[in-house]
């Protein structure tokens, strides 16, 4: 049977690598040396899939590979007046020393950047701006302007 489209060369093809794990960097829980890296992993990488990943994809020289698997919580949901626990995934958290360098948390939102943005909008906005004119209904109460359609 002929085929209907003609075959490429293979060759010619652009070849783009696509890893089938992904990696999340957390904040740790508790204090950790400064070149230590905690991350969530999922359950089927091994030690040395995580450095070949830290070292091949982000060329982050790696020291040593510590992992442990965190279980998932409980929790209990309220359907249709029955409580029904479920069970949430469990974590593989592996803790990565570097050989080179410190690794420190960025820091997204810093407090300082949010009290000025704060104090910004607060001196935008005019004193008369939120209020709102209130008129007499026919019973004699104060109604709001927007109440009445």
Same mark, same amino acid.
């Given at each position: 049977?002929?085929?209907?489209?003609?075959?490429?060369?293979?060759?010619?093809?652009?070849?783009?690598? /696509?890893?089938?794990?992904?990696?999340?960097?957390?904040?740790?829980?508790?204090?950790l040396p400064d070149d230590t890296?905690?991350?969530?992993?999922? /359950?089927?990488?091994?030690?040395?899939?995580?450095?070949?990943?830290?070292?091949?994809?982000?060329?982050?020289?790696?020291?040593?590979?510590?992992?442990?698997?965190?279980?998932?919580?409980?929790?209990?949901?309220?359907?249709?007046?029955?409580?029904?626990?479920?069970?949430?995934?469990?974590?593989?958290?592996?803790?990565v020393i570097l050989k080179e360098?410190?690794?420190?948390?960025?820091?997204?939102?810093?407090?300082?950047?949010?009290?000025?943005?704060?104090?910004?909008? /607060?001196?935008?906005?005019?004193?008369n701006e939120g209020n709102v004119?209130?008129?007499?209904?026919?019973?004699?109460?104060?109604?709001?302007?927007?109440?009445?359609?």
């Amino acid at each position: 049977m002929a085929y209907r489209n003609r075959v490429r060369n293979p060759v010619l093809q652009a070849r783009i690598f /696509l890893p089938k794990w992904f990696v999340k960097v957390v904040r740790p829980g508790r204090d950790l040396p400064d070149d230590t890296v905690q991350l969530h992993v999922p /359950l089927d990488m091994s030690k040395i899939d995580i450095k070949n990943y830290m070292e091949k994809i982000y060329n982050v020289p790696v020291a040593k590979v510590n992992t442990r698997i965190q279980a998932g919580k409980v929790k209990t949901k309220v359907y249709r007046n029955d409580a029904i626990q479920y069970k949430q995934e469990d974590i593989k958290v592996a803790y990565v020393i570097l050989k080179e360098g410190r690794f420190k948390f960025p820091d997204v939102f810093p407090p300082d950047a949010k009290a000025e943005i704060v104090d910004d909008d /607060l001196d935008d906005i005019d004193d008369n701006e939120g209020n709102v004119p209130e008129k007499q209904s026919d019973s004699g109460q104060q109604q709001q302007s927007w109440f009445n359609l």
